[in-house]
């Protein structure tokens, strides 16, 4: 897993450090709710021009893990062969 905050858009470190520190204890908080299969490089890249608050970056973070489950998710027994009678 990789955090990107740009010097761009933000000059101060303080601020960028404040975003990275949010972005990864919301993804440690809600990592365990991933069911992908196999392993993932992750790169998260903040792009919002505001320094949002650490329960709006939660919640985007909880869209991004059920998008990742929905691309990428383990298949369900009902999706897999079928099985021999």
């Given at each position: 897993?990789?955090v990107s905050v740009?010097?761009?858009?933000?000059?101060?470190?303080?601020?960028?450090?404040?975003?990275?520190?949010?972005?990864?204890?919301?993804?440690?908080?809600?990592?365990?709710?991933?069911?992908?299969?196999g392993n993932l490089?992750?790169?998260?890249?903040?792009?919002?021009?505001?320094?949002?608050?650490?329960?709006?970056?939660?919640?985007?973070?909880?869209?991004?893990?059920?998008?990742?489950?929905?691309?990428?998710?383990?298949?369900?027994?009902?999706?897999?062969?079928?099985?021999?009678?």
């Open positions: 897993m990789m740009p010097k761009k858009s933000f000059k101060r470190a303080v601020k960028r450090n404040l975003l990275k520190r949010r972005i990864r204890e919301s993804w440690r908080r809600q990592k365990h709710l991933l069911t992908a299969e490089d992750i790169l998260f890249m903040y792009s919002v021009k505001d320094v949002l608050s650490y329960d709006e970056i939660y919640a985007a973070m909880g869209q991004i893990i059920e998008a990742l489950n929905v691309r990428f998710g383990a298949k369900s027994p009902a999706e897999g062969t079928p099985e021999e009678v």
